[in-house]
């Protein structure tokens, strides 16, 4: 089991996925650049916080475009697990690996601090070591997290379960309070909070730790 | 010195008064022969917020407005203008890569809408008239 982590120009949670996973459950991790294309001997895929490309024009526009995201994509495709974290969820947004889109927070602030959650993991591979309605708490840290999609998209995205995170007290004015969302074949999760920053006792909190372990069976 | 000797302009000033009266406008090709021009296009886009979508920037602008002074401002959104240029052999191909450029790249559907501008661009570097 060998995790991929891909760095951006203006990542900054790279690192903290590494140290989440090879360091706080020996998970091996292998750093990709955002131009390499070989994803061999992977077995899951986490696309990092951060800013990349300064995230010019929307946050994760340019990132789309990226070299490694046409093998991410396949990747997600052949039912590969992958995991879009804060700016990582804007880039699967803006591939079309999950609907909707990423927008400023209603209050405009950026906002850091733990946040509740309320998860109900229906088929999402990532989530399976939680219980339904399980609450947890993890960290946010973004400006631009308000979740947005048609009300007809969110409706069906409730009724197949694939709003598998909410915010118990919506921070950022995301519709239908939407923290997290899977995609309909379980193995494509992007969420706007922090789960490598809930990994480590010293630094606060364990609730993020099962969804890494959850790679390991 | 920098990159001066690449290419110099004609120095019969007569050849440019002829690509202007022919009607030939753009930039001249290093890799044609002397004279050959590629039009040139000149694209506004303008890319908007939908109106579904809250503009928290736009609602912080329009409280300051009243703050200014200036009142009855009921409505402000605020959106981006992206300028470019291009090079294609005619307006109808300008339009349709700079429109798949607007949908894939420089607005994201699922929150903007966006609209077109595209002048072709001069002899003297001026837009003309569409």
Request: glycine share 12%; charged share 20%.
């Amino acid at each position: 089991m060998t995790i991929g982590v891909v760095v951006f120009p203006g990542s900054n949670c790279d690192r903290d996925v590494g140290w989440a996973a090879e360091g706080c459950l020996g998970l091996p991790t292998r750093f990709l650049w955002h131009e390499d294309r070989d994803l061999n001997g992977l077995d899951a895929v986490v696309l990092p916080g951060g800013f990349s490309y300064g995230d010019y024009l929307r946050c994760g526009a340019i990132a789309r475009f990226a070299p490694v995201l046409e093998e991410v994509a396949e990747f997600a495709a052949r039912g590969g697990p992958v995991l879009g974290i804060c700016n990582g969820f804007q880039m699967l947004t803006e591939l079309g690996l999950l609907p909707g889109a990423l927008t400023r927070n209603s209050r405009l602030h950026f906002i850091c601090e733990p946040t509740a959650l309320t998860v109900r993991p229906g088929s999402c591979r990532w989530l399976s070591g939680y219980g339904e309605n399980e609450e947890i708490n993890l960290p946010i840290a973004h400006g631009e997290g308000r979740y947005q999609c048609e009300p007809s998209t969110l409706e069906a995205m409730e009724k197949s379960g694939q709003v598998v995170l909410r915010y118990r007290n919506n921070p950022n004015g995301s519709v239908g309070d939407v923290a997290g969302l899977c995609n309909p074949g379980g193995n494509v999760l992007g969420l706007m909070p922090h789960p490598e920053r809930a990994c480590d006792p010293r630094t606060g909190g364990l609730d993020g730790q099962r969804l890494f372990a959850s790679l390991l069976g | 010195m920098g990159r001066a000797w690449l290419w110099s302009p004609p120095s019969d000033p007569f050849k440019l008064d002829l690509a202007l009266a022919k009607g030939e406008h753009g930039l001249p090709r290093f890799n044609k022969r002397p004279g050959c021009l590629v039009p040139r296009f000149h694209a506004r886009v303008l890319v908007s917020l939908r109106p579904s979508v809250l503009d928290p920037a736009g609602e912080a602008t329009r409280a300051a407005t009243s703050r200014l002074g200036v009142e009855g401002v009921s409505r402000l959104r605020i959106g981006k203008a992206v300028e470019l240029e291009i090079e294609a052999p005619d307006a109808d191909t300008a339009r349709s890569r700079v429109e798949l450029l607007s949908d894939r790249l420089l607005a994201n559907p699922v929150i903007e809408n966006w609209e077109l501008e595209l002048n072709e661009i001069a002899a003297n570097g001026a837009d003309l008239p569409a």
